[in-house]
């Protein structure tokens, strides 16, 4: 839900990197030898993918030569990039084979595995490029298909821990993607896991991190948008009720209706696919203490007071924006969401309940 966005430099220094890492790279093979000799005879992943196995089928090997045609797109070009790839191997080559190639007892299968080698990938040590350096460099450290995990990178002699790399397009349907640099998406485990696991998604109908997150297009919502809390009508004590659990739905922001080119539109219909693979408003319902909690602030933190607060801690808070910042727990830059767990929906939240209209 949350778009990944990175300098152009960095991105640029990712595919070199990638690039350099399948072209040099040699394959670990354990052998009683230790001869540098015998070392130096071991072909890199680029020479394994160009030298095609005799024993394969003639469409196999006809495979494989698009392959190698195609590689350095394969290997770090645009998700839309390798949706287009994916679609001419549809339109290609048979079904036969492409069930041939998901399938992980096959020849076919095993042969695309060894050249493009997840397992190597992640298995690299922390300064050399792998999956480690890949997402300490990214530095993304909360989940951006749920916005509710942080995914920290943390690599010592003591022990290390990283983000799950989710691949867009997974890795037994399509092994040539499984070290494509965007189709690995940094995520929480929970997501990558027990929500998304297998499921087919595509650029054309889900939202892909790397290209667009759905935050102008959807929005959290608990039912609050006809409710003005500084009412004098208001009866706190009903909208705060022991055991109220207030429904969380995802719905179309005021932008949609605006948008005439139907570009919004379409971010919604690809941001309930994603929330629909992840469970998103399910799982934002258990959050009922954070509503709660909003109800209160939208209450208390009315625009005289955040007044206050400026007028009374002068050089500590220099606008309300950076008051509201501090009191819902967000960025400073308040509708950046990448940065802290649960920021969309409280930003959401908080906009359906009154409170952001100071800083507008």
């Not at 499921?199 to 003005?228: C, Q």
């Amino acid at each position: 839900m949350i778009k990944i966005e990175r300098d152009k430099a960095l991105i640029e220094k990712f595919k070199e990197s990638h690039l350099e890492y399948f072209v040099e790279t040699k394959p670990n093979r354990k052998s009683k030898s230790k001869s540098k000799t015998h070392n130096s005879s071991h072909p890199t992943y680029k020479e394994i993918l160009l030298d095609i196995p005799t024993h394969l089928k003639i469409c196999e090997r006809d495979f494989l030569r698009f392959i190698g045609k195609n590689y350095r797109s394969i290997l770090i070009g645009s998700p839309k990039r390798l949706e287009s790839i994916r679609l001419i191997i549809e339109r290609k080559f048979s079904l036969e084979l492409r069930t041939s190639i998901a399938d992980k007892d096959s020849a076919i299968h095993q042969h695309i595995v060894r050249i493009f080698n997840y397992k190597s990938f992640i298995g690299r040590v922390a300064h050399k490029w792998g999956a480690y350096q890949l997402t300490t460099e990214l530095g993304v450290n909360v989940c951006p298909y749920c916005n509710r995990q942080f995914i920290t990178t943390y690599h010592s002699d003591e022990g290390k821990t990283r983000p799950a790399l989710d691949h867009f397009y997974d890795k037994a349907t399509y092994p040539y993607f499984s070290i494509s640099l965007f189709n690995l998406i940094p995520c929480c485990s929970v997501c990558n896991s027990s929500f998304k696991g297998k499921d087919e998604f595509t650029v054309t109908d889900n939202i892909h991190p790397y290209i667009e997150g759905f935050d102008e297009a959807l929005a959290f919502s608990a039912g609050f948008e006809k409710i003005n809390v500084n009412d004098e009508k208001f009866d706190i004590d009903s909208f705060l009720g022991a055991g109220k659990n207030y429904a969380i739905k995802l719905v179309e922001t005021d932008l949609v209706a605006a948008d005439k080119l139907g570009i919004l539109s379409e971010k919604v219909r690809k941001g309930l696919n994603n929330a629909d693979a992840f469970k998103l408003e399910a799982i934002y319902e258990t959050h009922q203490e954070y509503i709660r909690d909003l109800i209160k602030k939208a209450i208390y933190y009315n625009e005289a007071r955040l007044k206050d607060i400026i007028e009374t801690h002068k050089g500590l808070f220099n606008s309300k924006e950076e008051v509201l910042s501090w009191v819902l727990g967000l960025d400073s830059n308040i509708d950046d969401f990448e940065k802290r767990i649960l920021s969309k929906f409280i930003f959401d939240i908080a906009n359906e309940l009154g409170i952001t209209r100071y800083i507008k």
